[in-house]
């Protein structure tokens, strides 16, 4: 269509890559959760049958529940800036529409305001067709005229 409106219009190519990387970054540290959560995992299948082993279940643990801390730290960030990036895609978008639309509504103006001064120079002279007729009838009462006159 020639009047569509894509999503770059309204949107910088900047924030629609910056909005591709989070995803990726997202899906990264989705990755790296799942991936702590087998660690973790791992560590309940070691066997424990002396001090020391509890000691290294517990290192484990201690270790990948800091890892999943971490984890969870970097996909709130991310999320946090994932918002951002659309609400000010949001606010862009709103604004460029509420401008659309101001634009829209002043072509509406013009044009009602065009018709309505055709309509009234169409009342004022009276149509085409109408002073043709009007013309010839006036063409004919002179030649009748001249003709009586001679």
Known sequence: MANETLITDLVAQEALDQLAALDQAMQDTLDKYTEVGKELAKGLKIPVEV??????????YNTQMKNAAQTTQQLTQIQQQQQQVIANTTNTISRQLA???????AQREAYTE???????????????????????MHTKKLMN??????
């Open 51 to 60: 001090q020391g082993d509890l000691d290294k279940v517990t290192q484990v």
């Open 99 to 105: 401008e659309h639309e101001k634009l829209n509504k």
């Open 114 to 136: 065009q018709q309505r001064g055709l309509e009234i120079a169409k009342n004022v002279l009276g149509t085409h067709d109408h002073n043709m007729e009007r013309m010839a």
């Open 145 to 150: 005229h001249n003709q009586a006159s001679k």
